[in-house]
Structures are given as structure tokens and as C-alpha cells.
């Protein structure tokens, strides 16, 4: 459904992608794993053109293409088929909870308001914040304001929706609340790429996981394969010191 | 009580010549912020030239006094244009000048306050309007300006009261506005009863001062209210 093949990034001279493909699968939820700069900011802001890459070629959405050569058209295509969640959630603080769901909904896909406020109660009752939708974001605990933030993303009904690090700006006893709805979303056969240090999502949830480290998929395989027996040094190292940290 | 009585008397004579003052004010608060509005896009556009060029013009204009800029605009600019334009412009109204040297000076500390609040809000905004498939200015008009909006505002507020104030230099160069009014009732009365002329003076400025610390207090409480209002 998705497929990335050589994507290169670099900053001032610095390669931070040194040719990263992967493939993703209708239903896949995929976890993204790696030790701190390794890129997995980087290869999502990349994939979504939020950044602008160096090289590589993508297939989606009808488009099939190096990334140089997309046009704003296709540019906006991709955008319009993806989700995004961000680590520090990054909800219009000017809109209610449930204005931050309408507002693509209306401004971008032109869905009429009362069409596009049924859509919006719907996500917030998947993410369970059905009673507070006219809260605003400064209103929210940063749990709730994550549980938007999926909530904005699934409404638009994305093909494949990117979280990166959604818990790890939360306090650590908000962070099962946002989980628990990312693992309802994972088992109605959302698709789903998720950056992460939670090595139980992506132990237990993910059906892929993939290990990059400097710039570099280092290995990928079932969560399985990759936690009991990975069969690069390194992933082993990086598991290793993580669940020891644990 | 003699001395309030002339105060009030001599606030009489001054009301008057507000306009003036009103005019120049308003006129460089408007063109002063489509200007900023300019430099901070020029500061925060991809173009090197534009953000050296921007940041180089606000830095020289953050350190020119304002009776200097009114003195270089009002004798440098009829020369630029005899040389560039071959035009006279020796006969505009005075006033034209002092706006001109106004709203020069106010787009500078106009520029920098609308650039930060613009960088104190947008980027992971801005970049949540992208990914719900918002174009960059839908995002910009519908979420990051009125949110700057109300960041701005109360830097905006005290660079309105500096330019109100800088604007009492109008009459330097013979625009009569109500400073140079009070220096012509005080010279008619042979320079009796000054003190009690400016502190009339004084008031006025104070009270248009307040008058603008109010609205905009006013304006951010409405916003908050809104807030309030909704959540419940
Ligand atoms: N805008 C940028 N300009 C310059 N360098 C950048 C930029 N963004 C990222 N980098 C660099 O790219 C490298 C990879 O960063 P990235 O954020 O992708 O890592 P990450 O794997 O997401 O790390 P973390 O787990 O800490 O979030 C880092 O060395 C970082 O300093
Ligand atoms: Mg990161």
C-alpha cells in the first residue's frame, strides 16, 4: 500500500537517512524502534513530506514517484492520505477539542459542519473524551490532549496513520491511557507506523518491528524474531540496555 | 484650585489640535503595521537576502532616535526625490514627513513582536494544519494569526504608547499639533502659566494611554471569557 524505497535525508552535509525502504501493508502496525538520533524523527517527517528528502522513490496512493519529482499536487495527495500524531501533540490550542477534529474535516475535505461534527463525536468516543469535546487543549490533561491528536488523525480516515513517540512527552501514568486506545485502533485493522520506546506496544501489538540505527534499518521482522532471538549485534545491545532500564 | 481651574482652561484650548496628533498616530500605527507585517515575513522567509536585508533595516532603526529619523525624512526625502525622480515634493503638507519617519520607527519594534509571536506558535501547529491536509495559509489565517494575535497584543499595546509618545516630536518641524499649540499658548502668555499648560499636556497623553492599556486589556479578557464560556 505504501512503499519507500532509498530515502536519503541529510542536514548541512550530515546524512541522517542513508537509503531507508520499507513497506507497508493494509493493517500493518508497524514499530520503529532505535537508539536516540538514529532517524526515526527523521524517516517520518520524510515519509509525510513534512520534510523534503535528499532521494528516494515512493508508491502510494496512486503516485510512483522519486521524491525530487513530486509536485505540490502530489505532495498535498500524500498529505491528505496520511495521519500524523505527534510526540507534543501540537492541537490548535484556539480550537475546542472537538474543533480540532472539525477543522480538516471542514476546511480541507469541505464536509459540511454538522456532517463533520458527527465524524468528530464519533473519534472522540473512540478515544473515550466524548465529554470533553468543548474543552481546549489548555483544559486537557497532556494524556487527553494526546487521545485528540489520534482522534484528529482518525477522523479524516487516513490510510496509514504515523505516531511518532506519541507517549514520551506524557507523565508516566498517562501514558496507558493513550496506549490502550493506540491498541484499540491496531486491532479494528488500523494501519498503523509508530515510532516508540515502549517496547510492550511494540512487542505485543505491532505485527512488524524494525530496528534503525545511524540512518540505517539495521534489522526488521515479527516482534518475536526481533525480542527473543534478533539476529544483529546490535539489536541485541539496544534491547538489551533498554529493558534493562525498564 | 487656581491652578486646576487654568489646567482645564488650557485643556480647552489644547483638545482642539488632537486631531493632528490623532491623524499622525493612527495614520503610522496602520502603515507602521502593514510594514512590520512585511519585515517579520521577510525575517522568517527562506530568502537569505531578505532576512539580512530585513534584520540589517530593523537593527539600524531600533537605534535611530526619533527627532533624527523625523529630521532625515524630512530633509532627505525631498532631495532623494529631485535625484531619483526629478519630482519636488518640498510643498507636501508637513505632516506627510513626520508619518512617513513614524511608521518607519514603529515597524521595526512592530516587526519583531509579530515575528516572535508568530515563532512562539507556529511550527508544530502549522505543521498539524499540513497533516489534516490544511493548505500552509489556511493554517496560518485560521490558527497560527489569531492565536499571535493575542501574544502580540500587549507588546503591540506598548509600542502604540512609544510611537504616541515619539509623535510629540511633530511639531520639530512645524506641524501644529497640540505640543506645538502648548508652545504657542505659553508664548502668548509671555511664558507665564507654563507649567500648568503642559501638565494639560500631560493629561491628554495619559489618557489616551489609558484609554488603549483598556481596550486591549479588554479585548483579552473577551477571549479568555470565550474560553470560559465554552468549556463547562
Ligand atoms: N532540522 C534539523 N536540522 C539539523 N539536524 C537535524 C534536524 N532534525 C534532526 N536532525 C539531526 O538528525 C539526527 C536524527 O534525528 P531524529 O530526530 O530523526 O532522531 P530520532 O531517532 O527521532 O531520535 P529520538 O529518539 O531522540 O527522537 C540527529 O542527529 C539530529 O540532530
Ligand atoms: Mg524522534
Redesign the pocket.
Known sequence: MLTIEGLKKS??G?D?LKGISIDVNKGDVISII?P????????LRTMTTLEEADGGHITFSGIDKDFEKLTGKEVNTIRRNVGFVFQNYNLFNNKTALQNITEGLIVARKVKKSEAEKIALKALERVGLTDRKNHYPSQLSGGQQQRVGIARAIALNPEVIFFD?PTSALDPELVGEVLKVMQDLASSGTTMVV?THQMSFARDVSNRVIFMADGHIVEQGAPKAIFEKPSEQRTKKFLTDILANV | MENIKLIINFLGQLLPAINITLIVSVSSIILGSLLGLLLAAARLSESVVLRVLASVYVSVVRATPAIIMIFVVYYGMPMLFNDWFHTNIDGWNRMYFVIIALTVLFSAPVSEIMRSAYESIAKGQMEAGLMVGMTPFQTLYRIILPQAFVVALPNFANSVINLLKEGALTFTIGVVDMVAKAQMIVANNSGGYAWQTYCALALIYWVISLAIDKGVSQVEKSYQAKRKTIAV
Open positions: 542536514y548541512a550530515n541522517i532505535g536516540s538520533g538514529s532517524g526515526k524523527t527523521t524517516l513517540e515510532v
